[in-house]
């Protein structure tokens, strides 16, 4: 049931649509009103202070979570993420931080669990085959697709979970920190991989805290602050202006202090906050 890579909806459409999305736990309002538009080929990034909602939000789109009210629209049509395999079905893949790959079993192994090409005789030729393409399209450094996952380093383990919510064809890949246990180099490749995975025409939500790696790979960039929309930005926003957004303050030391650096607010470089 694996299927080729289809790249349906043309580049610049609109694939989902949030209106309105509230959800309650008891009487947490984790999510008010949200709006959110994902488009075919743009990295989307959500960011937000701690308790924003961020996952909440990536949770109802990938089913877990049942909305308290609003309207979900994915390619025009309204539609109920009741289950997480309803998400899947629909085109919606989710890559959680924690992976859920199997330490044990090699990158073929983990690219195709669940998935098999013929379950009831395994076509270990063709899978193995499938892996290497994917991964080469993906430009992805994995030494060995028979290596087991417990051999390889946290960048490549992020590919190989990349790699395989791809397999399903997914129009839209959502990624929740995934460059944050990461070093230099390895968060340069998952960043590259993340354009390539855009570039392939699918729409992508990144979910991250780290303001570098989020200007480099955006689009846009979507604010969430108490569980409700607090501004839209094109990734040449200022830090002062993301920092504000986020932290609700026009002004503070984190600002300040980012801003000069990049030299953007010199007549506080004498500042010592
Ligand atoms: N299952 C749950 N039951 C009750 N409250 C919850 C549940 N999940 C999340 N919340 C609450 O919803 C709010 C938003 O949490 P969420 O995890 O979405 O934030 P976040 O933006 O992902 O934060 P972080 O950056 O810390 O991961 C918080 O107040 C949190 O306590
Ligand atoms: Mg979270």
């Known amino acids: 049931m694996v299927q080729q890579d289809r790249v349906d909806p043309a580049k610049g459409s609109t694939i989902l649509r949030l209106s309105n999305i509230s959800k309650n736990f008891g009487a947490v309002s984790a999510l008010t009103d949200i709006d959110l538009e994902v ?3 743009e990295v989307v990034a959500l ?10 939000l990536i949770k109802v789109l990938a089913g877990v979570h049942q909305p308290s009210s609003g309207k979900i629209e994915f390619c025009g049509q309204e539609v109920s993420l009741h289950s997480p395999s309803r998400a899947l079905e629909l085109g919606i893949a989710t890559v959680f931080q924690d992976l859920a790959l199997c330490e044990n079993l090699d990158v073929v192994a983990n690219l195709f669990l669940g998935h098999e090409l013929s379950p009831w005789n395994l076509d270990e030729v063709a899978m193995e085959v499938r892996a290497w393409t994917l991964l080469r399209e993906l430009a992805a450094r994995i030494p060995s697709v028979r290596e087991p996952i417990a051999s390889l380093s946290g960048g490549q383990r992020q590919t190989v979970a990349i790699a395989r919510s791809l397999l399903l064809a997914p129009k839209i890949i959502m990624l929740d920190e995934p460059t944050a246990a990461l070093g ?3 968060t340069a490749e998952v960043l590259n991989l993340i354009e390539r995975v855009r570039d392939r025409g699918l729409g992508v939500i990144i979910i991250s805290h780290n303001m570098e790696d989020v200007r480099a790979v955006a689009d846009r960039i979507v604010v969430l602050r108490l569980g409700r929309n607090n501004g839209v ?3 040449d926003a200022s830090n002062q202006e993301l ?7 026009t002004e503070n030391s984190v600002s300040r ?5 990049t030299g953007h607010n010199n007549e506080l470089g004498g500042s010592t906050a």
């Open 47 to 56: 960011v937000g202070d701690n308790g924003a909602g961020k996952s909440t």
């Open 233 to 235: 930005f094109s990734p």
């Open 257 to 261: 202090r980012q801003d000069r650096k």
């Open 243 to 249: 920092v504000a957004s986020i932290t609700g303050a």
């Open 39 to 41: 488009r075919a080929g």
């Open 184 to 186: 230099v180099a390895q």
